[in-house]
């Protein structure tokens, strides 16, 4: 089992960045593929990106390819997603989740482990 905690959300302005963060709990934490989904007002939860157990195969949503890039510290037990050129409409709550399986892909069910969200606002 792993318990995930986010971080780094904010108000932040159309074009600007931020960071968010994750830290994972536990031993073992490269036995998951981590990913990040984001749930926009009023609608579904939805996939961002996601990264392989070793941090080297990364897989983005179309809306955030050459904008989001998303990390793994292995030794620190954290997950990071960098987000610059943001957008009104990536204004969502930001999940952090972990999947036993490894697949690390775009499926919400893959994911047995869920953070407790972090808001993230783009004004424009």
């Known amino acids: 089992q792993v318990q995930l905690v986010e971080s780094g959300g904010g108000l932040v302005q159309a074009g600007g960045s931020l960071r968010l963060s994750c830290a994972a709990s536990?031993?073992?934490?490269?036995?998951?593929?981590m990913g990040w989904f984001r749930q926009p007002p009023e609608k579904e939860r939805e996939f961002v990106a996601a990264i392989s157990r070793s941090g080297g195969s990364t897989y983005y949503a179309n809306s955030v390819k050459g904008r989001f890039t998303i990390s793994r510290d292995n030794a620190k037990n954290t997950v990071t997603l960098q987000m610059n050129s943001l957008k009104p409409e990536d204004t969502a709550v930001y999940y952090c989740?972990?999947?036993?399986?490894?697949?690390?892909?775009?499926?919400?069910?893959?994911?047995?482990?869920w953070g407790q969200g972090t808001q993230v606002t783009v004004s424009s």
């Open positions: 536990g031993r073992t934490f490269t036995s998951y593929a």
């Open positions: 989740a972990a999947d036993p399986g490894g697949y690390g892909g775009s499926l919400v069910g893959l994911y047995d482990y």
